[in-house]
């Protein structure tokens, strides 16, 4: 009986040093904070951190804002873009999936301000979290992609007395078959905001989407080249709109989540913020 029982013992103690040691290369479990409180509301992210972070790191960021038509995350919690901000993490930068209010108990403009605002918290509290406030990508998905979007076009507001001498303006844009018009139309309200020295910006868009036109993303790209922007726009032959989100059961949508991701991490690597070639493929 005692020789069984140090024998567990053993068992128990080589397992917990195996995941120990394993920890040391897995992306840590995200960490909730609070980034704004209007009234009795408060808004949350999520922080995804990489395997050998640590505090005084200066690491680039990217804030990640759900679509689904600026509805709130019904779930609560983390995101649809959970896996992307595992698979940057893993590549060395700090993710942060962010939440908004959103319909149906808030108005579309108040979950507009939260992007800003939470690309602010960010920067604020970058020496606290262990990012350089020079490297922050803004990025989202259908809805979230407006959010994003507004984050670098749309004058600063602020709510509850934050402080507009730190900037929302993000590094970089990121954006997943975002809303960036309503029209195809150069009058569009998300394309007359585009100016010169805006962030480099990338747009994964398929070319099948029936609820937001490719021909939106053509558009808000040719005006943000014509702007002297640095706007890259890639298309996916055959892709609906959400393509980007994994769907195991799906093959389709396992190679464009895969193929997405290869995208986002070239573009990001070119701008010196991650070294060596994506890992999405293993």
């Given amino acids: 009986m005692e020789t ?6 053993l068992t128990v103690l080589s397992f917990l040093t195996y995941t120990q040691e394993g920890d040391k290369n897995q992306v840590s479990v995200p960490r909730m904070e609070i980034y704004k409180t209007i009234g009795d509301v408060k808004v949350y992210l ?6 050998d972070f640590r505090s005084d790191d200066k690491r680039p960021a990217i804030v990640f804002f759900h679509g689904g038509g600026f509805k709130a995350n019904p779930a609560g919690g983390t995101s649809n873009f959970r896996l992307q901000s595992e698979y940057l993490a893993s590549r060395g930068m700090v993710a942060i999936d962010a939440q908004y209010r959103g319909l149906p108990d808030f108005k579309v403009p108040e979950g507009l301000n939260d992007a800003q605002s939470a690309i602010r918290w960010v920067r604020t509290n970058a020496k606290r979290l262990g990012i350089d406030p020079g490297r922050i ?3 989202g998905g259908s809805a979230g992609g407006l959010l994003a979007e507004v984050t670098a076009t749309v004058a600063a507001i602020a709510e509850n007395g934050e402080d507009t001498t730190i900037s929302c303006m993000p590094n970089a844009l ?3 078959n975002p809303v960036l018009a309503l029209s195809t139309s150069r009058n569009s309200p998300y394309v007359h905001h585009i100016r010169p020295g805006m962030p480099p910006t990338i747009i994964l868009h398929g070319k099948d989407d029936k609820t937001v036109p490719y021909a939106s993303s053509e558009k808000f790209t040719a005006v943000m080249k014509e702007a002297g922007n640095r706007c890259e726009l890639i298309g996916f032959e055959g892709a609906v709109h959400a393509f980007y989100n994994w769907n195991p059961d799906n093959p389709e949508r396992r190679k464009f989540y895969v193929g ?8 990001i690597a070119s701008l010196g913020w991650i070294k060596g070639e994506p890992t999405i493929d293993h």
Avoid: W
Wanted: net charge neutral; charged share 15%.
């Fill in 46 to 51: 999520y922080i995804f951190n990489p395997p």
């Fill in 4 to 9: 069984l029982t140090i024998s567990i013992l």
């Fill in 260 to 267: 997405t991701l290869r995208e986002v991490d070239k573009f």
């Fill in 174 to 176: 990121v954006l997943f």
């Fill in 137 to 139: 990508a803004s990025s």
